[in-house]
């Protein structure tokens, strides 16, 4: 198992940017694909991004490609999401999440990740 601790989130006006991190202990990092999701009231929890391992395979949610990051430092055991040009409708809260399976199975269900963080609330005035 695998304990993951989002932080970063906050306050911002639309067109500024926030990076996210997400620390991670508990199992070998440097093996693990990870993913960014996001939670906005009384909607179902969208996925972001995800890298794998090697941060050789980057994939994006349509809605954030060409704003957001991903990216990764194993030697922190930490993921990082750069958000820029932040938009209100980016307002949610975002989780990190590990995962074990291949990209091919499900990338952005939710379904295929393992373990998740509590989550950082970011909130983009307009």
């Known amino acids: 198992q695998v304990q993951l601790v989002e932080s970063g989130g906050g306050l911002v006006q639309a067109g500024n940017s926030l990076r996210l991190s997400c620390a991670a202990s508990g199992r070998t990092f440097s093996r693990l694909t990870m993913g960014w999701f996001r939670q906005a009231p009384g909607k179902e929890r969208e996925f972001v991004a995800a890298?794998?391992?090697?941060?050789?395979?980057?994939l994006y949610a349509d809605s954030v490609k060409g704003r957001f990051a991903i990216s990764r430092d194993n030697a922190k055991n930490t993921v990082y999401l750069q958000m820029n040009s932040l938009k209100p409708e980016d307002t949610a809260a975002y989780y990190c999440?590990?995962?074990?399976?291949?990209?091919?199975?499900?990338?952005?269900?939710?379904?295929?990740?393992?373990?998740w963080g509590q989550g950082t609330q970011v909130t983009v005035s307009s």
């Open positions: 890298i794998n391992w090697s941060g050789s395979t980057i």
């Open positions: 999440a590990t995962r074990t399976v291949s990209f091919a199975r499900g990338y952005s269900d939710p379904a295929y990740y393992n373990d």
